[in-house]
C-alpha cells in the first residue's frame, strides 16, 4: 500500500524559506514517479515539482523554477521539497503524489499522478 504523509510547513513572510518533507513507502524506487502538488482556496491545483525513475532531474513547474528544489533520500524512503524566496501566491497545502513513474515528468507535471498523501499548509504573508 503506496503511503505518503507530506510535513514541515508552517508560516512565513514572502522572501523566506521552508523546506517539506514527505515520508513515502509502499512503492519501488527503481520504477516510481514522486511530486508536489499544490492547492489553494480558490485556484485551480498546480502540480509544481516531480522526480521520476525515466527523468535525470527533477521537473518543475514555471511558477516555482529556481526557487523551488526537490530531492530524495530513497534510502529513508524521504522526499523533499526545499521553497525560496516564498511568495504569497506560494500560499496553498502542499501534498506529495506517487505514481509508476512510467510516463516521466513531462507527463505527471501536466496530469498528475495517481496516489495523494495528506498536505501540509503553506502560508506566506506579505
Known amino acids: 500500500e503506496v503511503q505518503l504523509q507530506a510535513s514541515g510547513g508552517g508560516s512565513v513572510q514572502a522572501g523566506g524559506s521552508l523546506r517539506l518533507s514527505c515520508a513515502a513507502s509502499?512503492?519501488?524506487?527503481?520504477?516510481?514517479?514522486i511530486g508536489w502538488f499544490r492547492q489553494a482556496p480558490g485556484k485551480e491545483g498546480e502540480h509544481v515539482s516531480c522526480m521520476s525513475s525515466r527523468d535525470s532531474s527533477p521537473g518543475y513547474a514555471d511558477s516555482v523554477r529556481g526557487r523551488f528544489t526537490m530531492s530524495s533520500d530513497n534510502a529513508k524512503n524521504m522526499v523533499y521539497l526545499q521553497m525560496e524566496s516564498l511568495k504569497p501566491e506560494d500560499t496553498a497545502v502542499y501534498y506529495c503524489e506517487h505514481d509508476d513513474g512510467a510516463k516521466g515528468c513531462a507527463y505527471y507535471l501536466y496530469y498528475g499522478m495517481d496516489y495523494w498523501g495528506k498536505g501540509t499548509q503553506v502560508t506566506v504573508s506579505s
Open positions: 509502499g512503492f519501488n524506487w527503481d520504477d516510481y514517479a
